[in-house]
């Protein structure tokens, strides 16, 4: 599992890998992500953006930016735990995702970016 803490909000990652999957003739590697964010401050927060960096291991690399995740924008209390699951589908079967999520403080209304870390996409390692 991977972890950060910034500014009193810890981001939690956890991995796997779902197979291959073909999309126009291409062979795809599958992951899913389970993403679980803790507020540890003492003020509410509203998760209002995310920022992604995908890349794999043939050099290949997607931005994916946008409002909320999976279709919200949670607003998060002091100790409360938000989770979400996601996909991602890459060209390689080693890769790896980052970013940020951008958020507000609903205290003092005022905006930071919260650090994703980078983690790890593999596939079950294969012995030759």
Sequence with gaps: ?????????KISVKTTF???VYRDYEQYYSFSYYISIEN???????????YWVIFDALNNTEYVE????????????????????????????TGAMG???????LE???EFLVTIPTFQLTTTPTLN
Excluded: W
């Design 40 to 50: 540890k401050s003492k003020d509410a927060v509203r998760l209002l953006e995310r």
């Design 108 to 110: 003092t209304s005022k």
């Design 99 to 105: 970013g940020h999520y951008k958020m507000i403080n």
């Design 1 to 9: 599992m991977f972890q950060q803490v910034t500014k009193g909000i």
């Design 66 to 93: 946008g409002e909320g995740v999976v279709g919200e924008t949670p607003t998060i209390k002091p100790n409360d735990v938000y989770n979400y699951k996601s996909n991602c589908f890459i060209l390689s079967s």
């Design 18 to 20: 779902n197979g291959t």
